[in-house]
C-alpha cells in the first residue's frame, strides 16, 4: 500500500507522509520560519488587536479594585465604569434591536439558552417505554 503525501501550507512543500518525516520537518528551522511569517503577517491588518488581548484580568484588581502590581501586572485591570454592573454591558437595550446594531436579544436566542419562563416549564407526560 503506497503511502500519502503530506502537504505544508506554510512552506509550500510536499514530502512522503510518515511519522519521521513529518516530526523532522515540523521541527525544521524553515518551516518554523515560514509558520512564523505567516502569522505575522496578520498582526497589522486588524486594528481592533491590542497589547491586552489573550490576557485574563486580575482577580485580585476584581475583587479590592487594587493591584500591588499597577501598570506593570501581566492581567488587564478593567475601567471602573465595567466594573459597577458587567451584567448591563451585555444585555442590549431596546435602542441597540431599534437601531439595528448586532445585538442579542432574548427573542432570537435558541431556546437551549432563554432562561426559563416564570411559572416553571410544564410537567411533560408520562411515557411508559416498558
Sequence with gaps: MPLGKYYCDYCDKQFQDTSSARKRHLQGLQHQRAKTLYYESFKGQNQIQSDSFGRGTCNHFLR??????????????????????????????????????????????????RPPPEGGYPPLPFVDWG
Design 64 to 113: 479590592t479594585g487594587f493591584c500591588q502590581y499597577g501598570d506593570s501586572c501581566i492581567y488587564i485591570h478593567p475601567k471602573p465604569q465595567h466594573l459597577q454592573n458587567p451584567i448591563s454591558q451585555l444585555m442590549p437595550t431596546s435602542e441597540d434591536a431599534i437601531r439595528g446594531g448586532m445585538s442579542i436579544s432574548l427573542g432570537n436566542l435558541p431556546p437551549s439558552l
